[in-house]
């Protein structure tokens, strides 16, 4: 589950953090961008921005930052985008698609707000993140690079919310690899992922054939 988070939450995503990015080598203790990283209450008290966590079991298991533009956190947002920011997941719940869960929620936001794009900033030495943004199809914008105060150069990614739909049997973005194979399934099996919102749909076989639910889109029938 994902949700905004709680006031009594602040300290632990703060840990959480800096406990990712440390261990991915992104920053080092003692660091200033290790300071913000632990400084969540600011940023989840600031009224331009909005805090995000991951929830599992009760166990917190990520977060973001939304800051959409005009806000103070922002780097390279332009008007009409979004950019988020400390996207983390805890070491012990990483490999599970919590990353690109948050990053889709952030989407999501974006369209309910009627954002046009979607900002997202990356080191150099991130292969993983580098390979999750691709993934998600996410563009490369070069020249919206930007070197920060140590010296570390942040590479950008925008993804346009207007042009996003996901299969309805992978959950992939449409647009990104080969669906045939994914087509060819959904001639003879009901959709499982909603394919505005890629939320993991409801399925019930009946007599007739099948329906599917999106909590946030309805249903279709098949």
Request: glycine share 10%.
């Amino acid at each position: 589950m994902i949700r905004s988070i709680r006031s009594d939450e602040y300290d632990r995503v703060g840990a959480l953090c800096v406990d990712a990015y440390l261990r991915a080598e992104i920053t080092r203790a003692g660091e200033p961008y290790a300071a913000f990283l632990a400084d969540t209450a600011s940023r989840a008290t600031d009224p331009t921005a909005e805090v995000l966590v991951a929830e599992h079991d009760g166990h917190l298991t990520g977060t973001v930052t939304i800051c959409p533009y005009g806000s103070d956190l922002t780097k390279v947002c332009l008007p009409g985008e979004m950019e988020f920011r400390a996207l983390a997941v805890a070491p012990e719940a990483q490999g599970g698609g919590i990353a690109a869960d948050l990053i889709w929620a952030c989407v999501d936001w974006s369209r309910e707000h009627e954002v046009d794009t979607v900002v997202a900033c990356v080191t150099e030495k991130n292969t993983s993140g580098h390979k999750l943004y691709q993934k998600l199809g996410f563009t490369r914008q070069p020249d919206r690079d930007w070197v920060a105060p140590d010296g570390t150069t942040l590479q950008t990614y925008t993804q346009s919310v207007e042009v996003r739909r996901f299969c309805g049997r992978c959950g992939k973005q449409v647009s990104v690899g080969d669906h045939t194979g994914c087509r060819g399934a959904l001639e003879l099996e009901p959709p499982r992922y909603c394919a505005d919102c890629r939320r993991r749909m409801v399925v019930q076989i009946v007599p007739t054939g099948w329906r599917a639910r999106c909590v946030k889109h309805g249903e279709l029938a098949g």
